[in-house]
């Protein structure tokens, strides 16, 4: 079932930038310009444009074209009123390149188009939205570094560079909080897709804030836990994906396994293959979540004492500690997120990108829900933070503006089983079995919202598993040394 997919394999490779893994100290990705558009004159800003339209006027909407698929798209927009925004350029900053806006012609203009007829319908809903619209958009990547910058300059003065920014959570969380960006429910219609059915474009409220928002899709942007299948069956162990099924799998039966997994293969009394091992901010984010326990609460106060996250923290010193069936955790990242692809460990935790990009796996694996803690309900899973379209105030006719995006996201128009496409083909090409790809779908449904990982840049959860699982304190002790440090993180970035 395993196969390439060289678009999408592209955008994973971006959204592991952003994955929450970098809170344990994964460096951050170097920074890289693109040429494929310009940057915009340094003494014109975004905002600064103006557009010709009169005030409440309405263009008349585009009859039949001869185009099925525009033809479609016209009638699935015509609740969308039609504008004159004068031939204003809208500008989307991002920081990798992204395809297709008014600069593309042909489908090859992505260099690693691999979905021809997907990227025609975009090409052509582009010249679609021009003609509309009388505008035009424009991707530029600048870099992530002058990305951030001009955030923290430009929109800090209220005369953004951009119309549209991309950008990741951790870079624009203070500004949001600080409400430099657009509220959706001031600038979008009860007629948009975002107040209804949401296909197209997803909100993400966070610390009170409704500011940013992401391409609708099948969410492949989680940890899954994966498990090597050979192995169980030949140790003669219970199949996870069955226990998940009966409404066993819990930490008490997933402890058991990984604890019955873990061999000394050749009897010279040093562990061989741990029953579990992987990257340690996936795990305590996973761990955390399946118990239900949040660590950064609605009212912005630390939940690092909250009994459900001790809870957490006693088990995996149990895991590691009493039953030795956790992977000690080293310096090398690579090491510990590959581990399990060596066959040494049994359970892990992974993403999509590692499946994709990993060769050489010589063992049937398979994926399952991570197990539901003690106070878990078995509906909660890790928050993974998608990268996120905010638009700043001070936007020239910034409502308008929110509707020409959001038709431009919504190329597919209604037909959902085009939009996901290759992200289906993506998924398929990771896995072994077809079950475990509605499983990873499933899997990113269930973000339980926390955004911990994006608030602790000190890296103060690490520490206190790394105090239990050293022995230096018990879980208690560690809760209690650390909850003001990790109140005083919460504060410096959210109030």
């Given amino acids: 079932m395993r196969k390439k997919s060289k678009t999408m394999l592209a955008v994973l490779l971006a959204a592991a930038m952003v994955l929450p893994m970098a809170a344990c100290g994964k ?50 927009y015509s609740k969308y009123p039609a504008f004159d925004m004068g031939g204003r350029t809208i ?9 297709y806006d ?5 489908p090859e203009d992505n260099p690693n188009v691999s979905n021809v007829e997907s990227a025609q319908r975009r090409i052509d809903n582009m010249r679609r939205i021009e003609e509309k619209y009388n505008c035009r958009i424009e991707y530029i990547n600048p870099g992530s570094e002058a990305l951030i910058d001009s955030l923290n300059t430009s929109v800090v003065a209220g005369t953004p560079d951009y119309d549209v ?17 657009e509220n959706l429910s001031d600038i979008s219609k009860d007629y948009e897709d975002i107040n209804n059915s949401q296909n197209i474009l997803t909100p993400f409220k966070v610390a009170g804030t409704n500011c940013f928002f992401s391409k609708s899709s099948k969410n492949i942007a989680s940890n899954y836990l994966v498990y090597n299948a ?23 039966k997933f402890g058991e396994l990984a604890k019955a997994s873990t061999q000394d293969t050749d009897s010279n009394g040093v562990t061989d293959i741990y029953g579990y091992g992987g990257d340690l901010t996936m795990t305590i984010q996973e761990f955390l979540a399946s118990n239900n326990a949040v660590l950064v609460k609605e009212d912005k106060t630390e939940g690092v004492t909250d009994p459900k996250t001790l809870e957490v923290f006693q088990f995996l010193s149990k895991l590691y500690n009493d039953d030795k069936a956790g992977r000690p955790i080293n310096a090398d990242w690579g090491d510990n997120i590959y581990a399990w692809t060596q066959s040494k460990c049994v359970f892990a935790p992974t993403q999509m990108w590692i499946l994709q990009t990993t060769e050489g796996i010589n063992f049937n694996y398979r994926i399952v829900p991570w197990p539901k803690g003690p106070s878990g309900d078995g509906t909660k899973a ?9 638009i700043p105030k001070g936007v020239k006719d910034v409502d308008k503006v929110y509707q020409i995006m959001e038709e431009f996201f919504g190329w597919f128009g209604d037909d959902l089983e085009t939009r996901d496409a290759d992200t289906i083909e993506l998924a398929e090409g990771c896995f072994l079995d077809e079950n475990d790809v509605e499983t990873a779908f499933k899997i990113g449904d269930m973000g339980i919202g926390d955004i911990w990982t994006i608030v602790d840049k000190d890296y103060i959860i690490c520490n206190i598993f790394n105090s239990v699982c050293e022995k230096d304190m ?8 650390n909850k003001q440090l990790f109140q005083d993180e919460i504060d410096k970035l959210l109030k």
């Fill in 27 to 76: 460096k951050p990705a170097a920074d890289t310009g693109s040429d494929k558009t310009t940057e915009p004159e340094p003494t014109v800003t975004a905002a600064a444009e103006s557009s010709t339209e009169a005030d409440g006027a309405e263009a008349p909407a585009p009859t039949g074209t001869g185009n099925e698929n525009v033809d479609r798209l016209n009638e699935v």
């Fill in 91 to 99: 500008k989307v900053a991002l920081f990798y390149d992204m395809y």
């Fill in 102 to 106: 008014s600069t593309d012609t042909v």
């Fill in 165 to 181: 920014y991309l950008t990741q959570m951790s870079f624009a969380l203070p500004l949001a909080v600080n409400g430099y960006f």
């Fill in 230 to 252: 050979d192995m169980l069956k030949q140790l003669g162990l219970e199949d996870p994906n069955e226990l998940y099924a009966k409404g066993e799998w819990t930490w008490e």
């Fill in 382 to 390: 890790g928050q993974a933070f998608n990268d996120y379209f905010v």
């Fill in 474 to 481: 018990t879980a208690s002790q560690a809760v209690a040394a």
